[in-house]
């Protein structure tokens, strides 16, 4: 199977992990990081606000 380069950065994002391995990956999971990923980054970018 095919990835593209968001899979790629995902793989890099969760290297040593306990996400590393693709069989550990549920929906559940990758949701969980990449929405932590997203409010971590909203919360930096609001900070910036003063």
Do not use: K
């Not at 899979?7 to 559940?28: I, K, N």
Request: net charge negative; glycine share 10%.
């Amino acid at each position: 199977m095919r990835c593209g380069p968001s899979t790629g950065a995902f793989d890099q994002a969760v290297a040593g992990t306990e996400l590393e391995s693709w069989h550990a990956r549920t929906v559940e999971a990758v949701a969980d990081v990449l929405m932590e990923g997203a409010a971590a980054h909203i919360t930096a970018r609001l900070a910036t606000f003063g």
